[in-house]
């Protein structure tokens, strides 16, 4: 069976994080998606490989969605301004995307090696401008991304299940917390080793 004329993976993706963004990843079915798409079900295994290839593909267009959003929060800027940026471009995406962002934290599993690359490409955006903007050994830039992404991480998730009611702009505190996370990396001294 030839694929449906003019239906490529990516509109079936495009399709599925509709869904995903209106009604969460737990809408995200076989059956949904193809009601969305105007075709019968069995279709879609021309472009996936059922609602594991489903997932797995939408959690790698997530990856690389997030890589172009935070590479271009980063361009042209250095430092504190950076992380800034792409912190405030991540919590952007968690916030317009929702369904999309739930789809890449459920990852399938990192040893399939393309969803590796592509998760290991969005990282080394961060890991390129936490090198190039403090003074920090390799091993610390490793402590450096996790903390930042922790961070960004609690503060979508929180959010996103309607945490930070109070009457404090969301934005001011995430700056908040971006400006003494960045201070602490900027007070970061190389020590000498203990005898």
């Not at 059956?31 to 021309?46: D, M, V």
């Not at 590796?116 to 969005?122: F, M, N, P, T, V």
């Amino acid at each position: 069976m030839s694929p449906r004329q003019g239906l490529t993976l990516q509109r079936v993706l495009q399709a599925a994080e509709e869904i995903a963004n209106e009604q969460g990843m737990g809408e995200v079915t076989l059956t949904t998606l193809a009601g969305k798409l105007q075709i019968r079900p069995p279709s879609l295994y021309n472009h996936i490989s059922g609602m594991a290839g489903l997932r797995r593909e939408l959690a790698m267009y997530s990856m690389r969605e997030l890589e172009g959003v935070l590479t271009r929060a980063a361009v042209g800027h250095a430092g504190r301004e950076a992380v800034l940026n792409m912190a405030a471009a991540y919590i952007e995406f968690a916030r317009t995307r929702p369904g999309l962002y739930e789809a890449m934290m459920l990852a399938p599993n990192l040893k399939d090696e393309e969803v590796r690359r592509i998760s290991d490409k969005a990282a080394e955006v961060v890991f390129r401008v936490l090198s190039a903007g403090y003074s920090l050994t390799e091993e610390e830039v490793v402590h450096a991304v996790r903390g930042w992404r922790s961070l960004l991480h609690g503060f979508a998730s929180i959010e996103g299940s309607g945490g930070f009611e109070m009457p404090v702009g969301k934005d001011d505190s995430l700056r908040f917390v971006m400006d003494i996370f960045t201070a602490g990396l900027e007070q970061i001294r190389y020590r000498q080793p203990e005898n």
